[in-house]
């Protein structure tokens, strides 16, 4: 804790400072200088002002910006990859939901015997042997398609 609060003490005091300067000749010939202006607004005062520089040099300041974009770059490419391999993952998912469906289907319609289906109207109808048919091929089709 006592070098943290070093640390902020000679961090504030090493950061741009600006501290005015004031030099002024008074009437002995005497030159002064001083943080606050003289009491007596006759002289002729300057006001020198002292600002320093940043504390760490200019090169080190773009060595460090450059650094920082490519920290930037490399999470924004991270990012990417991360959102592609995602995406890659929830299509996989997809697949595999596919597959499961058309074998749960081609063995509800291998079980049934002659149950009733609902047709694109909405109405029940019973299949016959040509529309099992037809059926049992589209989802062995599905089933290749999806769960290669």
Known sequence: MFRCL???FVFFLSGNTLAAIYKWTDEQGITSYSQT????KNLQLEKINTKRGPSVPVDRLKNLQDSAN???KSNAERATANN???ALVREKQ???????????ALAALDLGGNRLYKDSEGN???LTEE??????QSLNLAIEEACR
């Open 6 to 8: 070093i640390f902020c």
């Open 37 to 40: 202006p003289p009491r007596d």
């Open 70 to 72: 490519e920290i930037a």
């Open 84 to 86: 592609k391999a995602a």
């Open 94 to 104: 997809r697949i595999a939901e596919e597959c499961s469906q058309a074998k749960r």
């Open 124 to 126: 029940y109808a019973r």
């Open 131 to 136: 529309d099992k048919a037809q059926q049992r």
